[in-house]
């Protein structure tokens, strides 16, 4: 008899205890995110994370959304395409996410996104630039630009405003570097521009000697210069110490302390095109970047910026449909204008965000504003 009430004591137990889960989980609505936490890609994918969990810290401090909080479901995909679709299989069958969030480079986001489209869940690429993430279908959406609206933008700031004309390109060969090369050459010759020779490398150099001294002899009165912070540095340190004085413009890929860091003096001039303006009065970018800081302990970054946007762009979207449901989450998203750390967010037809492009400029060892290219022609990503 005894241990009969043991056995009922114990059923009642995990049966209440499985009420309290369920009861539990059904107070959370869960954001999904896969980002890159291991490999040549934690740094990136560290600071995404942060600004995504910092995003969900503060809508919940406001009260949640429906009255519930959020909860971020983070997995780390190594910015691997392999790893991101296991990951979207398992945000969507076991996580039960209401909106998945990419925090993670082109590779990884164009593999999940055919899983979320499939799926029919709500997905935001929150900086990967590839054009055929949001040809996925019409549950994907991107809160960056396309590499190649970039590219474009980059070609006006270097005829236009900075009255350059002959310039070399020099092109990292994945997604990222190809996609805004092939933007910077489309709007050339818009602004006056003549490409005088272009040079490619691969993502695992880090000598550059034969290209700097093919630029050296090439005699640019710019270089366009496409990667990432961690080959962006040594690129721009290797120019500067061979003598080539002319100016350097890079994107997005460089929008960290750590290629300040890594390029040093070198770095004082270098411009780049991205989506976060350091010295901005808007208040949603001024707060981000004073509790980002606090948060991180380390210098904001567009990365951090973009994690932020794509959670409160979500969270938004899920207020505005009144439901997690999928189909009213996602016509949410599709007509959202929303104020966040990056500008305004609002999509076109196929996802793709329309905002300006912020360029910053490193002074004193710090990215500082350096002008806005808001040309909605210019800027127009494709709709189909």
Known sequence: MKRSWIIIGISMSLIL??????????????????????????????SATIGAEL??????????????????VVYDDQAKPAQAIP????????????????????????????????????????????????????????????????????????GDLLKKKKVVIITLQNDFGKSLAAGFKNAAKK??????????????????GAIVAKVKADKPEAIY?????????????????AGVTVPVIGQEGYDSQNFIEIAGKASEGVIITTSLDRDSKVPE???????????????????????HTAVKVAAAAIAKAGST????IRDALAAIKLQVSTGTIQFNALGEVMK???????????????????????LKPPAR
């Open 285 to 307: 970018t001024r707060d981000f970047i004073t509790a980002f800081e606090k948060k991180a302990g380390f210098k904001v970054d567009m990365v951090a910026a973009s994690g």
């Open 87 to 158: 990951i979207a299989n398992k945000l969507i069958g076991q996580d039960k996410v209401a909106v998945g969030i990419s925090g993670s480079y082109s590779g990884a986001t164009r593999s999940a996104a055919g899983v979320f489209q499939e799926a029919e869940i709500p997905y935001i690429a929150a900086y990967a630039i590839h054009p055929d993430i949001t040809r996925a279908g019409n549950y994907v959406f991107r809160t960056s630009f396309l590499g190649e609206v970039e590219g474009r933008a980059g070609a006006k700031l270097v």
């Open 356 to 378: 300006a492009v912020q360029v910053q400029v490193v002074k004193d060892g710090n990215w500082h504003h350096f002008a806005v290219i808001d040309d909605p022609d210019l």
């Open 55 to 72: 995003a969900v810290e503060q809508i919940n401090a406001a009260g949640g959304v429906l009255d519930k909080k959020l909860e971020l």
């Open 225 to 241: 210069a496409s990667g990432y912070f961690f080959t962006a540095g040594p690129l721009v340190s290797q120019l500067r110490a």
């Open 325 to 328: 449901d999928p189909a009213k």
């Open 17 to 46: 205890g499985g009420m309290l889960s369920a009861s539990m989980a059904a107070d959370t609505i869960k954001i999904g995110f896969h980002a890159p936490q291991t490999g040549f890609a934690a740094s990136d994918g560290k």
């Open 191 to 208: 602004f006056g521009v003549t490409v005088i020779n272009e040079y490619q490398y691969s993502i695992k150099d880090r000598q550059f």
